[in-house]
């Protein structure tokens, strides 16, 4: 089982940038919850977004909600995280998480992405 995160680099301030997470290796993708968490330098790896089965069913930490938006691919087994009007408080290395429960703790998550770096400058 593998996830891997890419979409990552230097952004400036107000732009966007778009994270993907391709899986390899589940038998059913589609039953997982899949989540991003993000760590800056320093500090704890942090919940930013998770979604269900589809589409239908989100969430956001409270710093994101109106600017990122999380979905997924099942057909090709991938999860997007589309962040826009990032700020430098956004820079961080993002993970994309895979679980069997649609939960915010990190520690739930059975499967990790390597993780991949935005930057936002100012």
């Known amino acids: 089982v593998q996830l891997q995160a890419s979409g990552g680099g230097l952004v400036q301030a107000g732009g966007s940038q778009r994270l993907s997470c391709e899986y390899s290796?589940?038998?059913?993708?589609?039953?997982?919850?899949m989540a991003w968490f993000r760590q800056a330098p320093g500090k704890e790896r942090d919940f930013v977004a998770r979604?269900?089965?589809?589409?239908?069913?989100?969430s956001y930490t409270d710093s994101v909600k109106g600017r990122f938006t999380i979905s997924r691919d099942n057909a090709k087994n991938t999860v997007y995280l589309q962040m826009n009007s990032l700020n430098p408080g956004d820079t961080a290395v993002y993970f994309c998480a895979a679980a069997t429960t649609y939960t915010t703790l990190p520690r739930a998550y059975d499967y990790w992405g390597q993780g991949t770096l935005v930057t936002v400058s100012s």
């Open positions: 979604i269900g089965w589809s589409d239908i069913t989100t």
């Open positions: 290796g589940f038998t059913l993708f589609s039953r997982y919850f």
